[in-house]
């Protein structure tokens, strides 16, 4: 999103694989113990889907037109930090890093992420873009992980409005992928 | 949050055992397949997080006083559909209404909601409510299925801040036990 914004921005790297984002001064940042926190002069945000909504705000892009919309978007941001990335997520961190291999929790967040994903697949085969032919923070909020496609542990076949509406995004000006945004990567 | 507002309000039976969300006419009126819908005149609202936004707005209450509190109220909000309501209500669906006794999957979910409840326990010992000394549609957020505490198979015995945050709310005017609110219960 910073980048889509084209924000004047630096990434700080957080030692997450060696629980820096538990040590006091981080909780002070952030209670919930989560990246990413924006930091922007006094104001220090998280949680993603209200670091989206206030940058949409403050740089009046990739937001609704009026409150309906807004809403809509916001329904499609709780959407996702209740059904998917939630999901998506902890399955990469199962699969990649925590290396659990397949196990019954693996299954069960894989299953419950392509329920997921099925309903957004319905909704982009619909449209050029989650919530109507432009691109908002919903879709940025549902894609993130998605593009981590060789993790996740999730077969795309079956989802080829998802695959043609992440390559919309990915022609956005100013798009970069994760990996490439992040310091620390790869990981040694 | 309807009661609490002193609404002029019903509720509508949703055949959730027999799967009327998933029938063409339930999908109309939200796509995500899921209880609860608010219907007010024209609008239709879907996502638990929206709807309390909305009804904050609409009766003026339960909401914070700035644009930086309303972000905090919107934080907890992200942080509970995120990390806890959407495990204790998966937990209970699971062990009470799937019977799928002590699985992985179970056990899984219990530890992500423990680590959840920790951090609003953390909160609630600090303050009379989630943010403040005020209550808020946070507050109702991340309560509502702790009422169920005789399903959701999590020991409170570890959060005393919480059980007397569960009571502090509870003395609210208006305010019912969420099965004293719904049609259909018990269930048969």
């Known amino acids: 999103m ?3 914004c084209n924000a004047d ?3 700080a790297f957080v030692d997450f694989f060696n629980g820096a984002h538990r040590e006091a001064d981080y909780l002070k940042l952030n209670e919930f113990g989560e990246v990413p926190v924006l930091e922007a ?3 220090v945000l998280s949680q993603s889907g209200v ?3 206030y940058l949409a705000e403050s740089f009046e892009a990739f937001d609704g037109e009026s409150v309906p919309e807004h809403r809509e978007i916001m329904r499609w941001l709780f959407f996702d930090n209740h059904k998917l990335t939630s999901y998506v997520a902890t399955l990469r961190f199962l699969t990649q890093f925590a290396d659990t291999g397949e196990t019954d929790v693996t ?3 894989r299953l419950r992420a392509v329920s997921a994903l099925k309903i957004v697949e319905r909704r982009v085969s619909e449209s050029a873009f989650v919530t109507g032919d432009k691109p908002t923070i919903a879709d940025f909020s549902l894609c993130g992980y998605l593009y981590f496609e060789d993790e996740i542990t999730i077969d795309f076949a ?3 409005a998802i695959v043609e509406w992440l390559g919309r995004i990915k022609e956005l000006p100013g798009w970069a992928h994760p990996y490439d945004l ?3 990567h790869p990981r040694k």
Do not use: T, V, Y
């Open 158 to 160: 079956a989802f080829p």
């Open 182 to 184: 992040m310091p620390g």
């Open 107 to 109: 299954e069960f967040l």
């Open 2 to 4: 910073l980048n889509l």
């Open 9 to 11: 921005w630096e990434p």
């Open 51 to 53: 670091i989206l909504d």
């Open 41 to 43: 002069g006094e104001l």
